[in-house]
C-alpha cells in the first residue's frame, strides 16, 4: 500500500465529495459525485478488495450516476432559486467531524499497519455467498424485485 | 509512513460529514440522496478498512456486508428518486422547504 497513492486517492476523494456538496449547479454536483466514487473504488481496489471496487464502479457510477442524471433531467423546470444555504447544518456536520475524529485519535489500537492477508478471489466471494449468505442473498433478490415494482408504481402516470 | 487504519477512519469521517453536510443544508431534494449516497459509501469504506487491517478469519465478513450494503443502497437510490419525480409531478418543485403539506 504506497503512501503517494493513498494521498492522491485521498485528495481526490475529498475533493469530489466536497464539490459535489457545495456546487450550485445540480448537473456538476452530479458529475463531482462520480468523481468521488470512483475516488472510493480507488480506495476499495488499494485495500485488496478488488471485487468490491469493481461492484462500486458498475452500481454506483454506471447505474446511480445515471439515474440522478436522469432525474435532474427530468426535474429540469424546478426553481433554480435552491442555492441558500443552511448554516445549521453545516455546524452540525462539523460537530460530528469533530467528535469522529476525536474518538478516532483517541483511541491507539487503530494505529496499525496492515497485516499480510491471502488474497481475497472471486471464487472465495461466491462460496461464501452461497452457503453462509445464502439466506442474506435470498433476502437482498426480494428487496431488489420490490424495489423495482416500488419504483415502477410510484412514477406511473396517474390519470391512469 | 504506510497508511494505518486510523488514516482511513479519518478519510471516512471526513466522507460522512461531507454527506451531513449536503443532506443538512441543502435544499433541494436530489442533493438530499446524493448526501445520502455519500455518507453510505463513507460506511462501505469504514467495512472495508476494519476488514483489511482485522484479524482474518476463514468468511470475508466486510466484504459481504459491504456487497449486501451496496445492493440495498442501489434499491434506496431506486426508490427515492422515483419519489423526487413523482414529487415533482405533484408539486412542481423540488425544494423540501415548499413541501410542508402536511404542516398542522
Redesign the interface.
Known sequence: ?S?AA?IVI?IL??AG??A???LSK?IH??LC?VV??VG?AA??F????E??GL??VF??VG??AV??V???L??R???EN?????????A???A??AG??WA??QTPE??????P??A?TVK??GE??MT??VW?LQC?GL??TV??V???I??MD?KR | MTPTLTLFLVISAALFCIGLLATLSRRNAIFILIGIEMMLAAANLNFIAFWRFGSQTQSPTGVMVAIFSIAIAAAEAAVGLALVIAVYRHYRTTNVDKLDHLKG
Open positions: 500500500m503512501p493513498f485521498a476523494t475529498l465529495a466536497f459535489a456538496a457545495s445540480l454536483a452530479a459525485l468521488a466514487f472510493i480506495f476499495f488499494l485495500l485488496g478488495a471485487f468490491v461492484v462500486q452500481v454506483y447505474a446511480v439515474l440522478i436522469f432525474t435532474i427530468l426535474t423546470r424546478a426553481d435552491t442555492a441558500g444555504f443552511n448554516w445549521g447544518g453545516v452540525i456536520a462539523l460530528v467531524f469522529l475524529l478516532i485519535l487503530l494505529s496499525v499497519a496492515a497485516p492477508i491471502e481475497l472465495r466471494i461464501a455467498l453462509d449468505y442474506p437482498v428487496l431488489l424495489a423495482l416500488g419504483g415502477l410510484l412514477v396517474e
